[in-house]
């Protein structure tokens, strides 16, 4: 399973694109949580969103 089939897409049928970096992490931490499930988080998570403009 790769990144991009976990994260829902946007109504307009695109990912996050045009948010912000705070949105863009919120829905990876919401998509990782998610297929995590019941599962005990076994490390930590670092996670980066860099937005090139």
């Not at 307009?12 to 931490?29: D, K």
Request: glycine share 4%; hydrophobic share 45%.
């Amino acid at each position: 399973m790769n990144l991009p089939s976990m994260i829902p897409r946007q109504a307009h049928g695109t990912y996050h694109a045009q948010e912000n970096a705070e949105t863009i992490h919120a829905a990876v931490m919401s998509a990782v949580a998610a297929f995590r499930g019941e599962e005990a988080q076994a490390d930590d998570i670092t996670l980066v969103v860099v937005k090139a403009t």
